[in-house]
């Protein structure tokens, strides 16, 4: 081997271990730099040794260069921003370049919310403004804008109006759309605000042969007992069909003293979609005719045989000479319907009662059984037509499975 293969080169590292060797091009050189960045260049901020950071040479603290000063500071890459110009995150997507990169990563997106159209306000008038736009028209002499025959039809938002007439007005288009359809034989006429633009319930009430008449908005607004009225409403007979308590096998609803229009409705609709043979509406209770009723139950209310105005202590014993069950719901009942025995379920008749009061307790003590329905002890009880559309769904399992 010869002499120059031999010698041994030894190299003093003055670096700090992990910082690169690589000068900043970044950084601005001083005029005596070397091309080659050894001499006269400006050192990287790395490697400055610990602990003199922002001192002058004779030791002395430059102004703005404590570390509290550069903790302010944002955090940069380089000495460049992060994201900023010449950084892969600040520049635009390339053409070709996938979604991600460069513009579009760092950019914020955003998103507005899809442009929404205002709800209609459907919000129930009180009893007392209806009657007393009734009373006004009564009143009124001028019968160009409130002839007789609207004065008629305005009596009939009233309770009093409907049971001296023996007429009710269903009220909007999924209303007067099933009247027209399901009970033809008690709808006397239709009236539409003029401009009504649904051509196809206008056709179904031409093809059904029933008379339509036009009305001002003025008029069907005060007709209206909705803040916001469709613009349609049908002028019909009161008529219903009773329950057949013969049956060998059914399930009906004995309801004791629920006020809220909006409830009743709701039990006719359960009542309706399970199957059940009727209901029974005791004194106190509101009447099925009442238009806010109507509306609830979409119109549906003359399609579940039922009966109004009855003594409910009498029909209890009437009900159970015919085998029915009478079942009361009950928080302190000790069984859930599905306890019962099979064989006293063939024929049941639930009651439930008011919304603040509940059900009369002296009906309770007459029922044959009392349930509960099983929930969180967090909860103290239910709405009324919440649950009496618990009871319905188990009733009508139970009578699937007593077929």
């Known amino acids: 081997m010869s002499e120059e293969q031999k010698r041994t080169v030894k190299m003093t590292l003055n670096r700090k271990f992990g910082v690169s060797e690589k000068r900043d091009e970044r ?15 400006r050192p990287f901020r790395g490697d400055r040794p610990r602990g003199v950071h922002g001192l ?33 995150f600040g520049r635009g997507r390339r053409d070709g370049e996938p979604r991600g990169f460069g513009r579009d990563a760092q950019a914020p997106v955003y998103r507005q919310r899809p442009e929404q159209k205002a709800e209609l306000v459907d ?25 007789p025959w609207f004065r008629k039809l305005l009596a009939l938002t009233t309770e009093k109006g409907r049971e001296r007439e023996g007429k009710f007005l ?44 036009m009305l001002s908005a003025e008029q069907m607004k005060q007709l209206s007992s909705t803040v916001t009225p469709q613009g349609i409403i049908a002028y019909c007979r009161i008529a219903n069909t009773k329950p057949v308590y013969e049956s060998s096998r059914s399930v009906l609803t004995l309801v004791d003293a629920v006020q809220d229009p909006g409830n009743l409705g709701t039990l006719f609709r359960t009542s309706l979609g399970f ?37 409910l202590i009498d029909h209890i014993n009437f009900l159970r000479s015919k085998g029915y069950t009478i079942i009361a719901t009950d928080l302190h009942a000790r069984q859930a319907l599905k306890d019962i025995p099979k064989h006293k379920l063939r024929k049941m008749a639930f009651l439930v009662g008011n919304e603040g009061a509940g059900t009369n307790q002296y009906l309770i003590e007459l029922a044959d059984e009392t349930v509960k329905i099983p929930m969180s002890s967090e909860l103290e009880s239910l709405n009324v037509s919440v649950a009496h559309g618990i009871l319905s769904y188990e009733a009508a399992q139970v009578q699937e499975e007593l077929k």
């Not at 950084?27 to 260049?41: I, L, S, W």
């Not at 005791?282 to 003594?311: A, Q």
């Open 27 to 41: 950084r601005p050189r001083r005029d005596d730099a070397r091309e080659d960045g050894v001499a006269g260049e």
């Open 56 to 88: 002058r040479e004779d030791g002395s603290r430059r102004e703005g260069e404590t570390r509290f000063d550069r903790e302010r500071r944002p955090r940069r890459f380089g000495d460049k921003p992060f994201g900023g110009r010449g950084s892969r």
């Open 123 to 147: 919000e129930n008038i009180d009893e007392a403004t209806l009657e007393a736009r009734s009373v006004q028209a009564e009143q009124s002499a001028d019968s160009v804008s409130n002839p």
């Open 170 to 213: 269903g009220e909007g288009v999924h209303v007067v759309e099933e009247l027209v359809s399901k009970h033809r034989e008690i709808v006397i006429a239709i009236y539409a605000v003029e401009g009504f633009e649904n051509e196809e319930l206008i056709e179904k009430i031409n093809d059904a042969d029933i008379t339509l008449h």
């Open 275 to 311: 199957g059940s043979d009727g209901m029974v509406l005791g004194r106190g209770t509101v009447s099925p005719f009442n238009p806010k009723v109507v509306r609830g139950s979409s119109g549906t209310f003359l399609r579940v045989p039922f009966e109004f105005d009855i003594d």
